[in-house]
């Protein structure tokens, strides 16, 4: 067992996509985050298709190959990190939609004015829309139009695909299902359309925003 600042490979992009998914605590310093040379040296197994593992409570993350893929760094680190989760369920939406977005403002070097993660924590519908119509002038039904995609009530198949059996049957969970689903269609968009990163952007400074109106002390 080792510590992740201790890798050889801990540097670069490495170190940029840890300190997105850090952003405002959300995960421990590098010091403090170990790094297993197998799963056997906590009692796990993982079967050897898996490329990466984390454990939480452990603060370990074990890596099928080192260097590992960024891709599945910033996924075991998602998981790793502090989260607010709707259900357990969404703890998989998370480190399965969100390294995209997190690697693509690393590839930009765009340091977020609010950690990634609270896209999917505080984003709802009405914030999306307001989002979208400030930075580019287009409703969420636009925004299907332009990346060629149908809705997503057009075709359940893609909430399914995107967040699971369980969740996107959840007629209650139906505006919220539909929220993360735009939310990354438009991180994954961003690629191909430069313009929808600013939309993202739009919201983690709303979000940044509402944080340091909520934490501005009183005045008496």
């Known amino acids: 067992m080792r510590r992740l600042c201790d890798a050889k490979w801990f540097k670069g992009i490495y170190t940029t996509v840890y300190s997105t998914i850090a952003l405002e605590g959300r995960l421990p310093p590098p010091d403090r985050i170990f790094l297993l040379d197998s799963p056997s040296e906590i009692g796990a197994w993982v079967p050897r298709q898996v490329a990466g ?21 910033a996924h075991e680190l998602i998981h790793l990190a502090w989260k607010r989760l709707y259900t357990p369920e969404e703890e998989e939406v998370f480190s399965y939609l969100l390294p995209r977005l997190v690697l693509l403002l690393v590839e ?58 369980k969740l996107a049957s ?22 191909r359309y430069p313009e929808l990163l600013k939309a993202i952007l739009c919201l983690l400074q709303m979000l940044h925003r509402e944080s340091r109106r909520q934490a501005r002390p009183l005045i008496a």
């Open 108 to 165: 930009k070097s765009i340091v977020p004015p609010a950690n990634p993660l609270r896209l999917f924590e505080d984003v709802d519908a009405e914030r999306l829309e307001e989002a979208l119509r400030l930075s580019l002038g287009i409703s969420v039904a636009d925004l299907y139009q332009k990346l060629n995609l149908p809705h997503p009530l057009e075709n359940p198949g893609r909430l399914e695909f995107a967040l699971g059996r």
């Open 53 to 73: 593992l984390a454990i939480q409570e452990k603060k370990a993350v074990w890596f099928g190959s080192e260097p590992p893929h960024p891709w599945v760094f």
């Open 170 to 191: 959840d007629k209650l969970y139906l505006e919220r299902a539909l929220t993360i689903l735009a939310l990354f269609d438009i991180a994954r968009g961003a690629g």
